[in-house]
């Protein structure tokens, strides 16, 4: 199986297809695996690339993930891209996933085409998904739908990979509390951001949320495209994957 090292542990990934490269992203608590449906959708026009955070799927274990998670997974991709010796890549991130892609866009420019941003929570944690999290996290332990996904995603210690991620998450919104260390007005990258009108994190909120939130987030880069979709539960790429995948593979064939 192919791995690529970061801090000197192996992280897993694996490539199908041939062309332009794209690299997939998963959120917390999930891994490469979500994005099975997705690769025939994406492989028939470039080489899509899947890989493993540290410490989440076939990678390597660790004790604790790193407090600054999205930040430090952004170094692990980073890492992988120049290992793997590509020029640039297109990154396509999913909620956790989708604060990754941006923070490696935002830290290595040179290195990244086009970034696609999906259904996540903008530029720092929503206060009542924090305070909760915990609780949430211990009830979704006891969930059988919740074990099931976290199985397929990590295997037989997935309850350790579950509460290392609650764990960053906390301290992350007490100690940091942003998701990204450069402002939004240096990503240079094109960028694409999605979302569901009935994304079930949001749509409680304000079933506006994405399109107020990525007009904003827009305005402050100062150049970027949206696209909402109607129905659809978290994360959008997911449940609306043909969809998703024509707005995907449109975007970043297009030249600017």
């Known amino acids: ?22 690299v997939f992203l998963h959120g917390n608590t999930a891994s490469s695996k979500m994005f099975s449906s997705l690769v025939e959708l994406f492989s028939q ?8 955070f ?5 990678s390597d274990r660790v004790e604790s993930f790193a407090t600054d998670l999205w930040y430090d997974e952004a170094l692990q991709v980073i890492a992988f891209i120049e290992q793997a010796g590509y020029k ?7 909620s956790g996933g989708a604060l990754v892609a941006i923070n490696v866009a935002l830290e290595r420019p040179d290195l990244v085409n086009k970034v696609i941003a999906d259904s996540f929570e903008g530029e720092q944690p929503f206060p009542a998904f924090i305070e909760n999290v915990v609780t949430d996290r211990e009830a979704s332990k006891q969930d059988e739908n919740a074990k099931a996904f976290y199985y397929m995603m990590h295997g037989e210690d997935w309850e350790g990979v579950v509460d290392n991620d609650t764990k960053a998450l906390y301290e992350h919104a007490k100690t940091i509390g942003k998701f990204f260390h450069k402002d939004l007005s240096e990503l240079a990258s094109p960028i694409l951001l999605t979302g569901s009108k009935e994304d079930e994190f949001v749509k409680l909120i304000n079933p506006n949320f994405y399109n107020t939130l990525f007009s904003n987030m827009i305005g402050k880069i100062g150049h970027g ?13 997911m449940s609306n994957p043909e969809q998703f995948s024509n707005f995907a593979i449109e975007f970043i064939e297009t030249v600017l």
Not at 54 to 58: E, R, S
Not at 88 to 94: D, H
């Open 1 to 22: 199986m192919p791995y690529f090292k970061y801090k000197n542990k192996s992280c897993y990934y694996e490539a199908y297809g041939n062309g332009e490269p794209v």
């Open 45 to 52: 026009k470039f080489e899509v690339i899947l890989m493993d």
């Open 54 to 58: 540290l410490g989440h799927g076939k």
């Open 88 to 94: 640039k890549v297109n990154v396509i991130g999913s």
């Open 225 to 237: 495209q949206m696209r909402i979709f109607e129905t659809g539960g978290h994360p959008a790429l």
